[in-house]
């Protein structure tokens, strides 16, 4: 079974540390989903803030951000919520509703979030 406990992921009886507090797990058949919480402070260092993870801890991969053009350059907005209903995996942010592969994080596509 797999736990978490603030920056702290157990699976399979192996942690993962987060950097920021994680904010919500999905276990999957054999991966799971984290979603960390969003800290623009942290922009340039975590360019995402949700992974998904092998049951032996590996990252697969970190999920694409949705990104605003805000004077002259992209910033990613960060997810504040995810969910995972009919093999499809939904992710919001402040100003986007994404929908994302989850084979390999991509954003597959995106709507204004209302």
């Known amino acids: 079974m797999n736990s978490y406990k603030n920056c702290n992921l157990h699976l399979s009886g192996k942690i993962v540390v987060s950097p920021l507090k994680i904010i919500k797990v999905i276990d999957l058949k054999n991966v799971v989903l984290v979603l960390i919480e969003e800290s623009t402070k942290f922009n340039k260092q975590i360019p995402s803030n949700l992974f998904l993870y092998n049951s032996s801890g590996e990252k697969i991969w970190e999920a694409e951000l ?3 053009m805000s004077y002259s350059t992209y910033e990613p907005e960060y997810y504040y919520s995810i969910y995972f209903e009919n093999n499809e995996l939904s992710a919001y942010s402040d100003r986007w509703f994404c929908i994302l592969d989850i084979v390999n994080g991509k954003i ?4 204004p979030n209302k």
């Open 66 to 68: 949705p990104k605003e």
């Open 108 to 111: 597959k596509s995106m709507y």
